[in-house]
């Protein structure tokens, strides 16, 4: 994982916890793990075999549809880029609670 890896990997979990802090600021209920982001990374044979994939995972309940998402590309950046849309989606629903409330 290279430090632009994990730059962009912060820059995602600070808009993670942004969006938390308004959604919990509509509705305060929440779940234990709110935020928590883990990278899994390729294992020895998918490296050896040019077929690994990066995956991004989100525990968050007060965000989406569900618990638990993961976003898998083969690189730290793709996957990032596909979470970042579902991030550009939920903040627009989330905006629609905040102007309800």
């Not at 929440?30 to 050896?48: A, C, M, N, Q, W």
């Amino acid at each position: 994982m290279s430090p632009s890896d994990l730059t962009a990997l912060n820059h995602f979990r600070s808009r993670v916890f942004g969006l938390i802090g308004r959604a919990l600021d509509v509705d305060g209920y929440h779940k234990f793990h709110e935020g928590r982001v883990s990278v899994t990374l390729p294992d020895y044979f998918e490296v050896l075999n040019n077929t690994g994939r990066y995956t991004v995972t989100l525990d968050c309940y007060v965000l989406g549809p569900t618990r638990r998402y993961e976003w898998s590309a083969h690189t730290i950046p793709d996957a990032l880029r596909r979470a970042h849309r579902d991030l550009d989606r939920w903040e627009f629903e989330l905006e629609g609670q905040e102007a309800a409330s």
